[in-house]
Each structure stands twice: as C-alpha cells, then as structure tokens.
C-alpha cells in the first residue's frame, strides 16, 4: 500500500472505475478535425477482441484498440 497526495492509502491492485476507457471522438486525417467515431469489432483474438474506430462522418478508420481478459474462446470445426 502507498499514500497518495491527500495522505490516503490506496492499492495498485484495486480496481478503480476507470477500467477501460471507450474513445467519443479522434482525429481523422480525411477530415483534418476530431470528429465522433464508433467502435467496430475487428478480429477476435486468442488473447482478446481488437475493436476498430471508424469516422461518423466519412468512414475512414481513426484507430484501433485491443481488450484484453476477455473469456476464453472455444472453437469447434
């Protein structure tokens, strides 16, 4: 445990509310302004699901993101 700047002891291990952050908007260089964006999954990954950010406005893709701690997969052929 360790003191924070108010003299509070907290621990690296909690959990906080900010577990994962969802981006609103991004800079798309097609329009050459932050704009709003929506999230798309992309590939679902052994270790997780990569999500793409795409612009509302002209579709372009801004970013990507990987969310990790996801439930194990079970594939079956």
């Known amino acids: 445990m360790k ?3 108010n003299g509070n002891y907290w621990d ?3 959990k906080g509310q ?3 952050f969802n981006a ?6 097609k329009c050459k302004e932050a704009t709003p964006v929506r999230s798309r ?4 990954l052994p270790d997780g699901e990569l999500h793409e ?3 509302q406005y ?3 893709s801004v970013g990507t993101k990987t969310i990790k701690g996801q439930q194990n997969i079970t594939l079956v052929v």
């Open 3 to 5: 003191l924070d700047f």
């Open 41 to 44: 999954l992309l590939l679902i």
């Open 24 to 29: 609103t908007m991004l800079y798309c260089s």
């Open 12 to 14: 690296r291990e909690e």
């Open 58 to 60: 002209c579709g372009s």
């Open 18 to 20: 900010f577990d994962q």
């Open 53 to 55: 950010y795409l612009c």
